[in-house]
């Protein structure tokens, strides 16, 4: 079982390039979120999707954008990338809260480290 | 804004002693999660405590949820050096907006020296 792909792995951005980030879940998990973790800072919502075709804003989803075209595929992107954005950046999937074995419990990927010049 | 405040930030310690990690709110959680992550990966369920007071043991690892639910505490005996990590508490909503959604603690960087 694959889990939680994320790619690319490490990315370097000159300040206003784009990109988006890919995450890819196997497990036919409802929900799937992005966090952004800093030092110090823990781990801090982006935005959310619980289910095809819907997304919601997390705690800091300001300078991101999300589609979640198929359940199994939730895509993070930056349209202009500023250094403020220079983070490490997980992919996470759960059941629906309430009906999972495991009460909300997130499979996480192995994240993406993006440095902004 | 839920918040949750974990202490403390670091620790380091020898390889046997015990330690704690405690994980505080205000507010009531549905459950607390807790994780652990190691360097370039993501985090990793350990266990998730759903009634308040409850108590879990996970082989030297011992997790409690408040009678109230708004605070936790991870106890681990006789630490190893393979217990070196990040470990993180996750508050999940109780209700309304914040249903379901998990709010993380800062964490705790544990280094157990052999």
């Known amino acids: 079982n694959a889990g939680v792909t994320q790619t690319p792995k490490f990315r370097v951005l000159k300040t206003g390039q784009s990109m988006t980030l890919l995450c890819a879940q196997d497990?036919?998990?409802?929900?799937m979120y992005w966090y952004r973790q800093d030092p110090g800072m823990g781990l801090r919502l982006i935005h959310y999707?619980?289910?095809?075709?819907?997304?919601a804003k997390g705690e800091v989803p300001d300078g991101y954008n999300v589609s979640r075209l198929k359940k199994q595929n939730f895509l993070l992107g930056l349209e202009s990338a500023a250094p403020s954005q220079t983070s490490v950046y997980f992919c996470?999937?759960?059941?629906?809260?309430?009906?999972?074995?495991?009460?909300?419990?997130?499979?996480f990927g192995s994240g993406t480290r993006l440095t902004v010049v | 804004t839920q918040l949750l405040e974990q202490s403390p930030q670091f620790l380091s310690i020898q390889e046997g002693e015990n330690l704690t990690v405690y994980c505080n709110s205000s507010?009531?959680?549905?459950?607390l999660q807790w994780y652990r992550q190691e360097p370039g990966e993501g985090p990793v369920l350990l266990v998730t405590?759903?009634?308040?007071?409850e108590v879990k043991k996970l082989k030297r690892l011992t997790f409690q949820f408040g009678d109230a639910r708004k605070d936790s505490s991870l106890h681990i005996t006789a630490a190893q050096p393979g217990d070196t990590g990040l470990y993180l508490c996750?508050?999940?909503?109780?209700?309304?907006?914040?249903?379901?959604?998990?709010?993380f603690g800062q964490g705790t960087i544990l280094t157990v020296h052999p």
């Open positions: 996750a508050g999940a909503g109780a209700g309304g907006t914040s249903y379901g959604k998990l709010t």
């Open positions: 996470a999937s759960s059941f629906i809260p309430g009906t999972g074995g495991d009460h909300y419990g997130y499979t």
């Open positions: 405590v759903v009634t308040g007071g």
């Open positions: 497990m036919n998990h409802e929900y």
């Open positions: 999707s619980v289910g095809e075709g819907t997304t």
């Open positions: 507010s009531v959680f549905s459950s």
